[in-house]
């Protein structure tokens, strides 16, 4: 597109300079005629100069072609330029009439003052080649000026007439090269010849138009561009333009002087051969050249197109799902080699042959490949390929239609992509989401039987003890007693402990539902609840100001309730426990910590804080043992972590995690 | 409100142990009691309508409601009871082990006229029973009969 761009802006150019030569030679000529130095109308002393009417004209056509390049024009100003081509193409046909007919006008000497006598009446009237060129180039111009833009056809109709201009032109031209008279016989009639000034102006002008009419327009169109058929033209033309004009000029000029005719003759032919063969050898040569480097470059483009479809080809290979092309008929015509492993066929036995029949249901993927050909696509169509031992694989289809240059629909080109371990995950997964829904049922059905079938002998055991211990404790000796009181203080613990198990199974099972809460009113009612205890111990709890979060109010009232709690009780006896809680951001989470200065925690047992009934204190600390257990649980709800820091004497700290 | 003839309690509750321990407990009390035992939920439905051989037995003042037992549950017995036009009068008392949110719940939607659980301590559970006889036979006005 550079070099079109580029060819365009040269064309412009050119069409621009000839305009201007044309129109200089008409002013020049004006000038002459004004000043009374015709020889600049003339150009040489014995030619003929070149009238008024046709300057004044030639003046106009060229800053007409001027305005035609530049397009600066609207509506009007096509209106006007058509008016006034109009008003001189009548002039010229006028003038032809007046001439060359009985019907005599004389408008010239109505219109043009001519300052200076003219001697001879030849050499004052207008050529009627130049009339016949004016008339030309007028209608070439109504073509240019009225045309909508895509009418090409006619503007070509303009570059032809145009042309026709250019070839009478050049015959005047030539004939000036062999010194042409001012007059002329034509069919027994006198006629003017085209004064040289004339020649040149509509030369050029005529170059001008067919090089603003474009490229892409005939005749110039032929010349123009990398093909070879424009490119030999561009050489031969101007080649055998100047051959012959040399060789008419020598014919004319030279020769006249050396009679022999036979010398004449043998020089003419021996210059012709030698001059035809320098010509036909440079085409040749350059021919041969052109053709030479053609074929290098198609060479060269058959490696790069070789590289490039086994490229092609590698990555069709490559691919780990099976792509297979279908013409219409819905026969394969290409495979990879993912589709052989797939179908466990080699590729010779596919191509060819149906593609629906690969599948456990041929129907459906007929169904399938024609939906491709109406629709021009298809997404994700789940068919089953079945392969030559039997093998079922899963498989969703992509796949899109093909076309060929023309656009025609040519074939389907199709993607599988074996879903099977995919579609084997996905049951996994439900099966393991209806596992899990049954071990929730059955861990809610525990709760029932712990907060319930689990105390009911408990309840009788202790009750029954006491019953005895009642009815004959004067009886009993001070032992039985003292088996009583271990066996019922350990059905208490029994009792406890069944507690704890059933809180631990209700954080999933019965926790309600999250929502955004501020922990300071948590914090707070968890120390609510712990108000004997905390005037019992003389507790001091405190705490910073804390964020509001998305979280289960109550299990987390019950996790901050279970640490305070514990601080309180595993304090230093002869100190007052001081407990405090804070809060701190880090990487996209809350980090709360409750420290204590109680009796500390020896770190190396600190796995087994968080297991359920392990206690790591002697029987003088009551408890369950399933607290910390509770609140690991509570904080993976809430989908944190928990841990400790400890140092035995000191006092610990519990750290818990909550995303934001 | 004094009883002048003994005092109808029907108890609906499986275990013997339980059974026992509330006769036991009602010993210690001053009020006369007769005390009826329907060992599960069919027993204690044929008692109140007075079926095969309950024919002759008295409508009980109250009943002490286990809630769970075989074969018919306390639930159920609960529900025909007080949608029964002619026992729907009678003070039902759960009395049970469980404490289940919804076994709470489900009693008082059923028109339960209390729920109490039953304590692990002996002393606690003699003093429970005390006090279901006191509150129900002395202070509670009863309907007539």
């Known amino acids: 597109?550079?070099?079109?761009?580029?060819?365009?802006?040269?064309?412009?150019?050119?069409?621009?300079?000839?305009?201007?030569?044309?129109?200089?030679?008409?002013?020049?000529?004006?000038?002459?005629?004004?000043?009374?130095?015709?020889?600049?109308?003339?150009?040489?002393?014995?030619?003929?100069?070149?009238?008024?009417?046709?300057?004044?004209?030639?003046?106009?056509?060229?800053?007409?072609?001027?305005?035609?390049?530049?397009?600066?024009?609207?509506?009007?100003?096509?209106?006007?330029?058509?008016?006034?081509?109009?008003?001189?193409?009548?002039?010229?046909?006028?003038?032809?009439?007046?001439?060359?007919?009985?019907?005599?006008?004389?408008?010239?000497?109505?219109?043009?003052?001519?300052?200076?006598?003219?001697?001879?009446?030849?050499?004052?009237?207008?050529?009627?080649?130049?009339?016949?060129?004016?008339?030309?180039?007028?209608?070439?111009?109504?073509?240019?000026?009225?045309?909508?833009?895509?009418?090409?056809?006619?503007?070509?109709?303009?570059?032809?007439?145009?042309?026709?201009?250019?070839?009478?032109?050049?015959?005047?031209?030539?004939?000036?090269?062999?010194?042409?008279?001012?007059?002329?016989?034509?069919?027994?009639?006198?006629?003017?010849?085209?004064?040289?000034?004339?020649?040149?102006?509509?030369?050029?002008?005529?170059?001008?138009?067919?090089?603003?009419?474009?490229?892409?327009?005939?005749?110039?169109?032929?010349?123009?561009?990398?093909?070879?058929?424009?490119?030999?033209?561009?050489?031969?033309?101007?080649?055998?333009?100047?051959?012959?004009?040399?060789?008419?000029?020598?014919?004319?000029?030279?020769?006249?002087?050396?009679?022999?005719?036979?010398?004449?003759?043998?020089?003419?032919?021996?210059?012709?051969?030698?001059?035809?063969?320098?010509?036909?050898?440079?085409?040749?040569?350059?021919?041969?050249?052109?053709?030479?480097?053609?074929?290098?470059?198609?060479?060269?483009?058959?490696?790069?197109?070789?590289?490039?479809?086994?490229?092609?080809?590698?990555?069709?290979?490559?691919?780990?799902?099976?792509?297979?092309?279908?013409?219409?008929?819905?026969?394969?015509?290409?495979?990879?080699?993912?589709?052989?492993?797939?179908?466990?066929?080699?590729?010779?036995?596919?191509?060819?042959?149906?593609?629906s029949k690969y599948f456990t249901d041929p129907e459906h993927a007929d169904k399938g490949y024609k939906e491709v050909f109406s629709k021009g696509f298809v997404t994700d169509y789940a068919l089953t390929l079945q392969s030559a031992s039997g093998e079922k694989k899963d498989v969703l289809y992509n796949a899109v239609v093909y076309k060929d240059k023309n656009g025609a629909i040519s074939g389907v080109f199709a993607a599988a992509r074996d879903i099977t371990e995919q579609n084997k995950a996905e049951m996994a997964a439900k099966k393991y989401a209806m596992d899990l829904e049954r071990s929730n049922q059955e861990l809610k059905q525990f709760a029932y039987i712990a907060s319930h079938d689990l105390q009911e002998p408990l309840r009788v055991i202790t009750s029954y003890l006491q019953l005895i211990e009642r009815r004959y404790k004067d009886h009993l000796d001070q032992d039985a007693n003292d088996f009583i009181k271990f066996a019922v203080d350990a059905a208490a613990r029994l009792q406890n402990m069944i507690n704890g198990l059933l809180s631990y199974s209700r954080v999933e099972t019965q926790g309600s539902s999250f929502a955004m809460m501020d922990l300071n009113n948590v914090v707070q009612e968890a120390i609510d609840n712990?108000?004997?205890?905390?005037?019992?111990?003389?507790?001091?709890?405190?705490?910073?100001?804390?964020?509001?979060?998305?979280?289960?109010?109550?299990?987390?009232?019950?996790?901050?309730?279970?640490?305070?709690?514990?601080?309180?009780?595993?304090?230093?006896?002869?100190?007052?426990?001081?407990?405090?809680?804070?809060?701190?951001?880090?990487?996209?989470?809350?980090v709360f910590s409750v420290n204590d200065n109680g009796i500390g925690i020896d770190l190396k047992y600190k796995h087994k804080l968080f297991i359920i009934f392990k206690r790591l204190v002697g029987a003088e600390y009551t408890g369950s043992g399933i607290g910390l257990v509770v609140c690991k649980r509570i904080i993976e709800r809430h989908k944190g972590r928990i841990w400790v820091d400890s140092e035995v004497g000191k006092g610990s700290t519990f750290y818990f995690t909550i995303p934001e | 409100m004094d009883f002048i003839r003994p005092i109808e309690i029907l108890l609906v509750e499986d275990s013997p142990a339980d059974i026992r321990l509330t006769e036991e407990a009602l010993k210690e009390n001053k009020l006369k009691v007769n005390l009826h035992i329907a060992h599960d939920g069919v027993e204690a439905m044929e008692f109140l309508n007075k079926e095969n051989k309950y024919a002759d037995m008295p409508k009980p003042d109250l009943i002490l409601l286990d809630l769970n037992m075989p074969r018919k549950d306390g639930r159920e017995v609960l529900k025909e009871v007080k949608e029964s036009p002619l026992l729907s009068t009678i003070p039902v008392v759960i009395l049970t082990i469980s404490k289940a949110e919804e076994d709470i719940l489900l009693s008082y939607k059923y028109h339960a006229n209390c729920y109490i659980r039953k304590p692990l301590d002996l002393s606690q559970f003699i003093d429970v029973v005390k006090k279901i006889e006191s509150f129900w036979f002395t202070i509670v006005t009863l309907p007539p009969k």
Not at chain 1, 55 to 81: A, Q
Request: glycine share 4%; charged share 15%.
């Open chain 1, 530 to 590: 712990l108000t004997v205890v905390i005037e019992e111990t003389k507790a001091l709890i405190t705490y910073d100001h804390l964020p509001t979060l998305f979280i289960d109010a109550s299990q987390m009232a019950n996790v901050f309730q279970n640490l305070i709690s514990n601080s309180i009780k595993f304090h230093k006896p002869d100190q007052q426990p001081i407990i405090h809680i804070s809060a701190e951001k880090k990487d996209g989470e809350w």
């Open chain 1, 1 to 355: 597109m550079g070099t079109d761009l580029e060819t365009n802006r040269r064309l412009r150019s050119f069409s621009t300079g000839c305009a201007i030569l044309s129109a200089i030679i008409s002013v020049l000529a004006i000038l002459g005629w004004l000043t009374n130095n015709l020889i600049l109308a003339q150009f040489g002393p014995s030619y003929k100069p070149m009238p008024l009417f046709p300057s004044y004209t030639y003046l106009f056509l060229s800053v007409t072609l001027l305005i035609y390049i530049y397009r600066p024009f609207n509506d009007l100003m096509v209106l006007l330029i058509k008016i006034a081509l109009l008003f001189v193409l009548g002039l010229s046909i006028l003038i032809l009439l007046n001439d060359y007919t009985d019907f005599h006008l004389e408008l010239e000497h109505y219109l043009l003052h001519y300052p200076i006598p003219l001697n001879v009446t030849g050499e004052s009237r207008v050529s009627p080649l130049t009339l016949v060129k004016f008339i030309l180039i007028i209608f070439a111009y109504l073509f240019m000026f009225s045309l909508k833009p895509n009418a090409l056809k006619n503007i070509s109709i303009a570059a032809w007439l145009s042309f026709i201009v250019l070839i009478l032109a050049s015959i005047n031209l030539t004939g000036y090269l062999y010194s042409a008279p001012m007059n002329v016989y034509l069919g027994g009639s006198q006629i003017t010849t085209t004064a040289i000034t004339s020649s040149l102006a509509s030369f050029f002008l005529s170059l001008g138009i067919i090089a603003a009419i474009g490229k892409d327009h005939r005749p110039l169109s032929a010349f123009i561009g990398p093909s070879l058929f424009a490119r030999l033209m561009r050489l031969i033309l101007p080649v055998i333009i100047i051959f012959f004009i040399i060789n008419n000029w020598i014919n004319v000029n030279v020769f006249p002087h050396y009679t022999e005719y036979a010398i004449t003759s043998g020089i003419m032919s021996m210059l012709s051969i030698v001059l035809i063969n320098l010509a036909i050898t440079k085409i040749s040569s350059k021919v041969s050249k052109d053709l030479e480097s053609a074929h290098l470059e198609t060479l060269k483009t058959k490696e790069k197109l070789q590289d490039a479809l086994s490229y092609n080809r590698s990555l069709i290979e490559a691919s780990l799902d099976p792509l297979v092309t279908i013409n219409i008929k819905g026969k394969i015509t290409d495979v990879n080699l993912a589709t052989e492993l797939a179908t466990g066929l080699p590729r010779e036995q596919l191509i060819g042959s149906d593609f």
